[in-house]
T-cell receptor, first 114, second 111 residues
Framework: EAGVAQSPRYKIIEKRQSVAFWCNPI?????LYWYQQILGQGPKLLIQ????????DSQLPKDRFSAERLKGVDSTLKIQPAKLEDSAVYLC????????????FGPGTRLTVT | GEDVEQSLFLSVREGDSSVINCTYT??????LYWYKQEPGAGLQLLTY?????DMKQDQRLTVLLNKKDKHLSLRIADTQTGDSAIYFC???????????FGTGTRLQVFP
């Protein structure tokens, strides 16, 4: 069974530029999560999708971050415009039904904003 | 509250036991988890414990839960260099229904 795929693995941009990350969850998993992990901290949930609907985006900075999962499969997370404090690893995870299931994590995208 | 705290760093000699500690504030969680993160890799679920249990053993891993003190620990027996990683405890409070991670403990194993 293929794991959660993410791309790119690394991205360096200047502040005020835009960036997009892509995630392909494990086949058949209904729930998809995006986490932000700042260096030296644990991951923090940004947004949770159930199929193609948003379940929780309470910690997503909506003035600059957006995410979509149009067909209920893969997802993109966008930052526009980026700030220095957005430098972090962005992790995507998926689970079969919901948070109570085991979440399977992708390798992450390391973003550096200069 | 949703704070989950861990000590930042632990260094042990190969073959010794490692004990990683975690304290949490929300007692509503049904399960508590331990994740492992190796450099450049995503998080891997190591083990979990149901909140009505005191202890769970899984090969070299032993999880102890003290609900009264809201304290969770992970013991790794016969620690190997391949165990070097960052370990996160995590919970899903029923009040939020989302996975809340601790700050992480970096385990370094030296020969």
């Amino acid at each position: 069974e293929a794991g959660v795929a993410q791309s790119p693995r690394y991205k360096i941009i200047e502040k005020r530029q835009s960036v997009a990350f892509w995630c392909n969850p494990i086949s058949g998993h209904a729930t998809l999560y995006w986490y932000q992990q700042i260096l030296g901290q644990g991951p923090k949930l940004l947004i949770q999708f159930q199929n193609n609907g948003v379940v929780d985006d309470s910690q997503l900075p909506k003035d600059r971050f957006s995410a979509e999962r149009l067909k209920g499969v893969d997802s993109t997370l966008k930052i526009q415009p980026a700030k220095l404090e957005d430098s972090a690893v962005y992790l995507c995870a998926s689970s079969p039904t919901g948070p109570g299931d085991e979440q399977y994590f992708g390798p992450g995208t390391r973003l550096t904003v200069t | 509250g949703e704070d989950v705290e861990q000590s930042l760093f632990l260094s042990v000699r190969e073959g010794d036991s490692s004990v990683i500690n975690c304290t949490y504030t929300d007692s509503s969680s049904t399960y508590l988890y331990w994740y492992k993160q190796e450099p450049g890799a995503g998080l891997q679920l190591l083990t979990y414990i149901f909140s009505n249990m005191d202890m769970k053993q899984d090969q070299r891993l032993t999880v102890l839960l003290n609900k009264k003190d809201k304290h969770l620990s992970l013991r790794i027996a016969d620690t190997q260099t391949g165990d070097s990683a960052i370990y996160f405890c995590a919970e899903i409070p029923t009040t939020t229904d989302k996975l809340i991670f601790g700050t992480g403990t970096r385990l370094q194993v030296f020969p």
